[in-house]
Nanobody, 122 residues
Framework: QLQLVESGGGLVQPGGSLRLSCAAS????????IAWFRQAPGKEREGVSC????????YYADSVKGRFTISRDNAKNTVYMQMNSLKPEDTAVYYC???????????????WGQGTQVTVSS
């Protein structure tokens, strides 16, 4: 019943910025903890960031701390991830996922988006 759609990916040069969006339909998004994951070709999926439903606390993978910012706009039923100072190693398909757990330690993801490609290259 909850559907997520990512957008905002594209091709950027190293050091550039992108803002990814995760738009929800069917259910009010503020009931869910939302996490961003990414998967590069030939590599396993890794968690990137998370924003909790309990108090909107945020968490980040060490590889993106200080560069990426996750935020929630309940009025638009959308979660964003601002990505700055992008590096070639950030190249991946980025997915958002929703969990019923109220904290970012939750792993009960019940919905995933289709993914959006981010390519960082000169």
């Amino acid at each position: 019943q909850l559907q997520l759609v990512e957008s905002g990916g594209g091709l950027v040069q190293p050091g550039g910025s992108l803002r990814l969006s995760c738009a929800a339909s069917g259910v009010t998004l503020d009931y869910y903890t939302i996490a961003w994951f990414r998967q590069a070709p030939g590599k396993e999926r890794e968690g990137v960031s998370c924003i909790s439903s309990s108090d909107s606390s945020t968490y980040y993978a060490d590889s993106v701390k200080g560069r990426f910012t996750i935020s929630r706009d309940n009025a638009k039923n959308t979660v964003y991830m601002q990505m700055n100072s992008l590096k070639p190693e950030d190249t991946a398909v980025y997915y958002c996922a929703a969990a019923l757990g109220r904290l970012c330690k939750a792993d009960d993801f019940v919905s995933w988006g289709q993914g959006t490609q981010v390519t960082v290259s000169s």
